[in-house]
Every structure is written in structure tokens, then in C-alpha cells.
């Protein structure tokens, strides 16, 4: 290997197998329903395979690929990416990857969904930037299976699933941002029962490159005569070339990229502006056969891709935390302070022994963990959803609703805190890019504005999400953590933080309350106000229960382990993350409910004015 590509990417196999197999015990719902041909061993080699891949393909490019980025040649309008991904993605298509979770019928191997999920998280970890092209792609296909008909299905699926074509979502549009229902791209209707499109989509991940010869674009757009807003848009499959019958390639389908943004970070991932129809050729497929029922349809992409975002977060945090973990190891620097303090002459320790880095460490490890756990808990009731009966499914289908907002927003938003105390952890050394953590910092920021900004999550938890079936998702979920915070009173290691939990969860059903209360009394603008805030309370004890339960799992395993082995101080060291995190972070759950009870409005009353620029206009 060059001196150029250097492997940063570091992964902890044994977290996410606990997570998996003790823990959620995923090994329950292999050899049923959809996952009749999987077996434990099946998911564990996957998952071993998946990690190998990572490190050994994946992670050397990392580097190499933000320094080089993509291109972007304005008289053509091709997007070329490093090279070296090119190589990459024919591989990790050769080795089935690309179709781990497709379904048998497309050529896919049908995995569980949080098998899937965990092995994601690898890639994501070990290149970001390349791994978001692929997601997307899986995306646009599982919309197809879902809404498209037979001939679009038959068309479209196979090559996407199957890696021969890539695709995009096509949502944002200049100067529209986040209201979708500002969608000026028109839609109109032909002969042949086609359409004509025209309009320009920005911020478009993955909207133009050179990994394959077709770019399948699935657009919102309104047909002429559809209703404004966003109940008169409809969804449309929009190649980059054109399809004959026999599903080859024809003409190109006046698809042009404008430009490619300059980012921050994942720089080899091609944010496009693409104009559709500048030529009055761009020719696109009504998905399905009904018209205005394009964010209805958009709403599974979108949601896989906020689950998806915030899984690439927690992927690209714990890659910094470990490598933050590996570095204090080693790294000798300064004397114990009570050297220090009593005046003996000590020698330099490592800096892992200095109280604070300590605490750091512990910290990015409760909420990588913590999130991990969250994202697999989602992933494992999506998977039981399809092997249980319906009733049971449908519970656990709006509990997968529920958890959605929260593991993208809160994962991102840690993600990012994650990454800035890995840097800080190395000290200067983290700031300079003969280390990895200043590439992961920057390429995580994106998370937390990606698939709506995080803002826009927590109004869809309270604005949607809470008033669900009269509000029984969570109570549901919360009646859940109650109940096993009463059973961890009796817990023998871990009982004293059964009280912390308990206050948490009696807390975030307070704050849900409370809207109620701020609807009654007219002070709507509370609701929003307090609405990010009341998703991290609601995250933070959703981590905290999850936390806990594995260290009760641990905890039963410890005693068979012999002291001081590996096995040992695996298991050890959760019952300490866990009451970390009780202690240190969930005590925040309540501190966020008060302070919406009190419904401050200093936030309001400061009048724009009152924000000074003089001088600055």
C-alpha cells in the first residue's frame, strides 16, 4: 500500500455482534418468513465478511478520496470520481454487497434488515463519501418495487438492485429548500403516456458521476392542472439515457448537470444541480399509475435515507472515537495531576491516565454505543414486523416510526459532538490532517442538515409523529421503559440507576403533556420552540433504557467469564457506560422537561431589531 492511502477506519465487530446476538437477538427471527434461509452462523459470517471488506477495501480510500474529490467538466456537464472508487464499486458489486438486502427475486440475497443495517454501518465508516451513492441507489429501487407497475419493476429493479445502475432523490430546488411544496418542476403529459419534464433540482447527492452508464432520478414534479403545494405533486422516474423495451440503453434524456457544490466535507460524494428538460426532451415515468401522490410515495426514500443518514453519522463518530481511543493509548504526554498536586516527581503518562481525557472518551463511547443501539432497535422491529403476525406488525411498524426522527437528528447532531471531542482528544495533532478526525468532523457536520434539517425532525415528532393513534406509539414505548425500570430496582450492579431512568421517562411524558397545555392556552409558538429539545429528552431515555438492558445482558454474562480476560472486561465495561450515561446524560431528559414548563420566551420577545448589524448591511 502507497503511502498515500492510508487506513484510518477502525470498527468494533464485537460491539455490533452483542448488539445483534445477545442483546436483540436477532438469531429469533432467522429461518421465518422472509428470512427462512438465514441462519446465525449465516449472519454472523455476513457480518465478519462485511467488516473485512471495510477495512481492507474501503478504509485505504477514505483519505485518497476527499483529497481528490469529484470534477466537474462545465462543457460536457460528466462528473468524474476518484478513480480508485470506480475499482471499489465494481468490487463491492462483484461480492454481492450491492444486493445483500435485495430482494431473491431481483438477484438479492434478502438479508434482515438489521443485518443489513450493521454491515452498512462498516462502509459508511470506512468511506462516507462513497457509501451515500449506493444507499440512494438501494432507495430509489425499493420505491420502484413498492409503487412502480409490473413493466417499471421489471424494467428498473433488477439493474438497480443489482448495481448496474445508480440512483437519486430528487426533492430540493433553488430558493424552495425544505418546503418541497415550492416545487416549480412541471410535468407534462404525452401521447405515448409519458411525460415532459422541466425544471431544476440542487443539492442533488449523487446526481451526476462516472460509476455507471445510467442514473436513475427519482423526481417530484407537478403535472399541469395538479393542485399547488405539495398535494399536487407526483413522482417520476427520470433516467439519465433513455430505455429501449429490451432494457438498453438509447439517447441521452436531456438530464444536465449544472455543477457540483463545494463542500466542507464528503467530497467525493457529487452534490449536483441537474436541470431536467432544458431541450424540451427530458421524457419521465409516472410512478405507478396516480397522479398527485408523490410525497405520500416519497415518504419511504425519505425515510430510509434519514435512517440511513443518521447510521452514516454514528459509522463515521465511531471510527473517531477509536481512533481517538487508539491515540491516547499511546500518546505520553504530561504527570498525573496528584503527582502534581503533592509535588512528587512522577514520570509522563499516557493520556488515556489524565482524569479528563477520560471522560472524553467515555462520553464518545456511551453515545456511539448508545446510538448504535438505537439504530439496530429500530432495525430489529422493522425485521420482526415481517415475520410476525399482523397486529404485532403493525406495533411494531409505529414503533419504526416513532424511533425514525430520533435516530436521524439525534445521531447526526452526537455524531458531530463525538467527532469535535475526538479531535480534541488528540489535541493539536486533531486539527491537522495527517490524522483522520478533521476529515471525520467535517464529513459528519452534513448529517444534521441532510433529509431535512434536524429542526424539521423534531416537527415531525411532535407535529406528526405524538398524535399518531391518539398518541399510543409513545405511550406504548414509554410504558415499556417504566416497566423495566421497576424491574432494574431489584438489579443487583446496576439498580441505583433504576430511579434515573424511571424520572426520565416520567418526564418526557410530561413534556408531551405539555403541548397539550400550550394549545389549550394559546401559546402555539411553544410548540416549536421546545421541539428539539423535547426530541433529545425523548432520545436520551430511549439510549438510556437501551443502554441499561445491555448491561443487564452483560452483566448475566460476566459471571462466566474468567477475571481479567477479554471476554471480562468486554462485559465490565459496558456496566460502566451504561451508568455513565444514566448519570451524566440522562439526568438532561428531565432538565429539558423543566425548562419547557416554563415556558421561557426570551427567545421571542427579542424583536429582529434588536439583533444588531449596524454598519454590517
Known sequence: MSEELVNHYKADEREVGFLLFEQFRLQDLLGRGPYADFTEADARLILSEGLKFAIHEVGPLNGYADRLGCVYDPKSGAVTVPPLLKDLQRKYVENGWHGLRAPAVYGGQGAPYSLALAVSEFFAGACSAWAMYNGLTHGAAHLIEVFGTEEQKSLFCPKLYGGEWMGTMCLTEPGAGSEVGRSQTRAAPQPDGTHLIQGVKCFISGGEHDFTDNIVHMALARIEGAPGGTKGLSLFIIPKRRIRPDGTLGEPNDVRCRGIEKKMGINASATATLNFGDEDRCQGLLLGREENKGIAQMFQMMNEARIGTGLQALATASSAYLNALAYARQRVQGKRFEDIASGRRGASVRIIEHEDVRRMLVEMRSKVEGGRALALKLAIHLDRARTVEDAAGGADLARVDLLTPLVKAYLSDQAFRVAELAIQTYGGYGYIRDYPVEQYCRDIKIQSLYEGTNYIQALDLVGRKLNQDGGEPLRRLLTEIEAFATRLKEHPALGGESARLGEASAAVGRFALQYLEFMRSGRIRQIPLTATRFLEALAETVIGWLLLEGATVAHEALAAQAEGSREFHFYAGKLHV????????????????????????????????????????
Not at 587 to 596: D, E, I, Q, S, Y
Request: aromatic share 10%; charged share 30%.
Open 578 to 617: 451504561a451508568r455513565f450515561f444514566a448519570r451524566n446524560v440522562l439526568p438532561g431528559a428531565a432538565f429539558k422537561a423543566r425548562l419547557a414548563a416554563e415556558a421561557d420566551t426570551s427567545a421571542l420577545d427579542i424583536a429582529e431589531e434588536q439583533f444588531p448589524l449596524d454598519g454590517l448591511d
